[in-house]
């Protein structure tokens, strides 16, 4: 079960045209539980030469996106 939400505003630029605007905002989402890898997580077996030991990790996955640029309309 995944939910996210998003927040942002556009503020007009006469400037530039007509019809452009900043377009400024954030997302939120929570995806739950996930399991991932990073660096040092994958080694060699020090017990079998052909073998690979993998570690991963576990963690809530929630993160903050934001963004900014410019949104013209045609």
């Known amino acids: ?4 939400g998003a927040a942002g505003v556009y503020i007009p630029l006469p400037i530039i045209a007509q019809s452009a605007s ?8 929570a995806i739950g ?5 990073t660096k040092g997580d994958i080694m060699n077996d020090p017990n079998d030469p052909n073998g690979i030991l993998v570690t991963p990790r ?5 993160f903050v996106t934001y ?8």
Do not use: K, M
């Open 67 to 74: 963004h900014l640029g410019i949104a013209v309309r045609f």
């Open 1 to 4: 079960l995944a939910y996210s």
């Open 22 to 29: 900043l377009d400024i905002g954030a997302r939120y989402n």
């Open 58 to 62: 576990e963690s809530d996955a929630r």
């Open 33 to 37: 539980r996930t399991r991932y890898l």
